[in-house]
């Protein structure tokens, strides 16, 4: 009895077959390298032109150019055109702090304590114009902090006459103001004048 191999010998199939064999692995591992490439081909085409990618990128590259070109020839990331970005560099004049005083519904509410001026409109029940300590609004009035005279003459930045622990204590009132939850840090009054040569302040209000 023939084995099958005999058996395609003997009708001359076994070279062919063995050659066919070949052909067949060949074409497919050429065709394969053939749909990789055109698939890689295609990736590459879409990329290159495909909208969704190339203006998100082109825009981030051009504000990335913007920011670095800006931060080498000024020192800021917006070619220095934003001001107050850091509030200790925002300095107020008297004038300006006193249009800040509650009267006018649409605008905060500031106080300023040893020249460091805080936005409280979060505290609008004390600094409004009706509450209790609407005298600091619009103003510094330190030196009421130390002596409970919550009126106009009071209410004065003047400190002549102060001892060394009443300033401590008014230094703790400032801290209250820096730590408070909802109560902002906004800027530094320009130190108002003080003449020298007039009377302390009445600290005897009551
Ligand atoms: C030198 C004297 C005083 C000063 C400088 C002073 C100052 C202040 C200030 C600035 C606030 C507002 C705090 C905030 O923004 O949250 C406040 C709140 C308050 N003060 Fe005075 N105060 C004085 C005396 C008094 C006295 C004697 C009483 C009581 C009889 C009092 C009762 C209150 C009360 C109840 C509040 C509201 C507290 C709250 O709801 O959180 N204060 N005080």
Not at 64 to 70: E, F, H, N, P, Y
Not at 110 to 123: A, C, K, P
Not at 129 to 148: L, M, N, Q, W
Request: proline share 3%; glycine share 8%.
């Amino acid at each position: 009895m023939s084995t099958q191999s005999e058996v395609n010998q003997r009708r001359g199939h076994t070279v062919t077959h063995t050659t066919d064999q070949s052909f067949d692995s060949d074409d497919a591992s050429k065709q394969s390298r053939k749909v990789n490439k055109g698939a890689i081909d295609r990736a590459i085409a879409k990329i290159s032109v495909n909208p969704y990618f190339v203006y998100p990128f082109t825009i981030l590259l051009f504000i990335s150019c913007q920011l670095a070109i800006s931060y080498s020839f000024t020192g800021t990331w917006h070619y220095g055109l934003i001001r107050h970005t850091d509030p200790s560099s925002r300095i107020f004049t008297a004038s300006e702090l006193a249009r800040y005083d509650g009267s006018n519904a649409g605008r905060p509410i500031y106080l300023s304590i040893l020249n460091d001026v805080f936005d409280v409109s979060s505290g609008k029940e004390f600094y409004g114009k009706e509450g209790g300590y609407s005298v600091f609004a619009g103003r510094d009035g330190s030196r009421a902090f130390i002596t409970g005279c919550f009126d106009e003459q009071g209410a004065t930045h003047d400190l002549r006459g102060l001892s060394e622990r009443q300033i401590e204590s008014l230094k703790k009132w400032r801290d209250f103001y820096h730590e408070h939850a909802t109560y902002k840090f906004v800027g530094r009054l320009e130190t108002p004048h003080i003449d020298e040569n007039a009377p302390l302040p009445d600290d005897n209000c009551k």
